[in-house]
């Protein structure tokens, strides 16, 4: 059964997933984990045939997680589903050649079927019974796409193919061509089959054989083989003489003998065993050539050939217990030894999976690095030491970035922030992560100046004294900064609202007859605004409210004084001499003046001036009155508040006659428009004759086409509003039509303008040398209108306008 591990995979997904692959098969079994860096751990404990990952906002510690694996488990396939958040994070991962991608929203239906053709595919497994040689020869008559992982006890490599082409070669130590003969020439080795990776880059261009015959050439010198040669002595068996021992003569050694030891072991044909013995006649023949034999030093004693052979023999004993111990110490040293070696490093590579803890995995890495300087396997120790740090350091890293996004952005951010990078660069200096450390660090003031201009945005609307203190401190920090230019418009702008809010406040202090809160705020103002265009206003109101305040403490004292004049006239003396440029000095000086030029002058003055207060009496009699009391030579007292009046009113009246002439001069223009528009409709009427019918009034001030069917207001915007028009303002008039009773009337389209124009007979009223149409469109970098726009030789043609040109409208309804 197929085991598919889902990684970060959310229920809904899986069920998806789960019930389109079962469409194809249900033997298979899917285990889930929650987290990335869990898959190295899973896949080197578990078989598990296919990874699905759901990178939902992908870290670097993610993607070195996929390398890492990738080159690990390099026989298990990886499926990401990712929505590619940066485009760093899609360099990396189409960086990472195993990994299959799919961009979200994923095509659930792809990806079943994607998983089901790496279920079915079978790459991947061992290959028994057949030789690497043939099995390459095989691989390119197929053209197979694969990685070959060849092992020996002691070596590795991989040979690469694509559509059955050797294209690279890999051992520990070598690469390309010279790869390819190391590893042909390996005895026995194994075979493995893992995945194909296309875009390895081509190292090797030989044939296929070519390599295989120098791969071949190079194993056997390297085995130190050579050709036998040596005489081959032809003599037949029964030739051969015996010893009265009935033993036969042993021939000299040759390259012959061992073929010789094979045909002594085959049985004797037929006629060999039917032959008889031969007779006394041929026994003379035989001694006679014996006899030859042993002279010519062919034949040597059967004693001497035994003493012989029992010193071969003991010097062949003493050999074989040499080549017996030899065996011994070869395989101590090459299997023994090299066994308890592997055992003791996969001891250690175990109590490294078991540590849990990185850093108790470092420590364990460490002990054996020190307790085993000589090993082989102490360059891989220090390989999975380097794995170990590099994952501590993506850790660390992630961890750093984490605790900085978790600090609150207030006074202490940056130090805190700078602390946490610079620890970690302290722990990591050569970090390959130390730049985007750098970068990040650099970045803190300009995080520090968003954060303090947004909370710039945070100050309720009313606190004035709140957004103030703001304000200043923040252009006071940054003079120089992006936003500062905004925030100095925000405080300009808080000044008219806080104007606003002092002229609010003015009206409730001379209510209720107290002005101290008012006065604070107009101090307020001028000290924290000293050029803003509203101070002088401020200043003259804090003046005003100033002097009404005195006034009423005066006024408070002089009722306290009752009718002792001479108190009183001390109270209004002694307050001239303290506020010389009161606004309300007038109103003292004459209640001064009242005292002396009698109470009658007093009562005159206080009625004319409550007079003119009221605001219920018209200008022109307010304006009269005052003019009466200027004339009749009023006291000292009240004559240069009065002639203050006088002017002020009659600037107020000049002000309403003039709106009021204004008033019927518009009355008299709009009466000429009227006249002068029915003028031109009267026009239009007798042109409308000529049209043959074509066009007709129907209704009122429209003229309907019988041939478009179309309704025409008889008058354009040029006529009815003497003004041209944009664009904006083109379609808002069209809207607010209300001609003939109609409420339905648009922007024609550019086709029906040129019809009712360059048709005969053409519409009666020419009007504008252009008109807007509803057809607008985008240019390279705004949008544009089609007009029709009235030509030289009197005919009508489409131009394009900008939107904000300046034309006019004939108003179209259906």
Known sequence: MKKILAINIDTITLNIVSSLLSEHTTDFEILTAEKVGELDDIAGKIKVDIALIDLVKPSPADIEVLKFVAQSHSRLPLMVMTAFETGEIETALKAIGPVRYFEKPVDFKALADRLFDEMESGVGGAIHGISLASFLQMSEMERTSCTLRIKTEEKKGHLFLVKGALIAAETDSLSGEEAVFEILSWSSPSIEIENAVPDRKKEITAPLMTLLMEGLKRKDEKAGKKPKKGKIAIQKAASIPVTPAGEKLELEATATEGLQDKAAKKKPTKEQKDAPPPDEETQPAALETLEQLKASGKITDASKVLRRKRRISLTFKIVVVILVLLILACLWFFEARPWLVKRQYEQALTEVRKAGALEKKLAALDAYITTHPDSPYKSAAEKQKLDVAREMEIQAFDATLQKTSDLSIDDAFEEKALALYNDFLDKYPESVYAEEIQKRMADIPAIMKDAEYGKLQQIPKNDFSARIAAYKAYIEAYPRGENTQNVRRMLSDLGEDFYAHIVKSQAECDNEKNWESCIKLCKYFARHFPNHPRTAAVERSQALMEGQAALANLMEKVKDAGSDITVVKGLYQNFLKTYPDSPVK??????LAAIETGKRQKMEWEQTLAYIQDSRNSIFDRTARMRRYVET??????????????????????????????????????????????????????????????????????????????????????????????????????????????????????????????????????????????????????????????????????AEMDLEQCGAVRAVRP
């Not at 004559?639 to 002017?647: F, I, S, T, V």
């Not at 007798?686 to 049209?691: D, I, Q």
């Not at 607010?736 to 040129?754: A, C, F, I, Q, V």
Request: glycine letters at 4%; one cysteine or more.
């Open 633 to 798: 030579n009023p006291p000292q007292a009240y004559r240069k508040d009065a002639q203050e009046l006088l002017a002020w009113l009659e600037v107020e009246e000049a002000k309403v006659l003039q709106t009021l002439q204004q008033q019927q001069s518009l009355m008299e223009q709009q009466q000429e428009k009227r006249e002068q528009l029915e003028r031109m409709r009267v026009e239009i009427r007798k042109k409308l004759s000529a049209t043959k019918g074509r066009y007709l009034e129907r209704p009122a001030d429209c003229i309907f086409d019988t041939q478009t069917k179309l309704t025409w207001a008889m008058l354009d915007s040029s006529a009815m509003a003497e003004q041209c028009m944009n664009y904006k303002t083109a379609a808002m008039y069209v809207k607010s039509l209300k001609t003939g009773g109609y409420t339905d009337w648009r922007l024609p389209k550019p086709n029906e303008l040129l019809v009712i124009y360059n048709d005969r007979p053409a519409f009666p009223a020419a009007g504008a040398p252009w008109y807007w149409t509803s057809e607008v469109f985008s240019a390279a970098w705004h949008q544009k209108v089609n007009t029709v726009k009235r030509t030289a030789e009197g005919t009508w043609e489409k």
């Open 586 to 591: 007038g109103t003292v000086t004459a209640r």
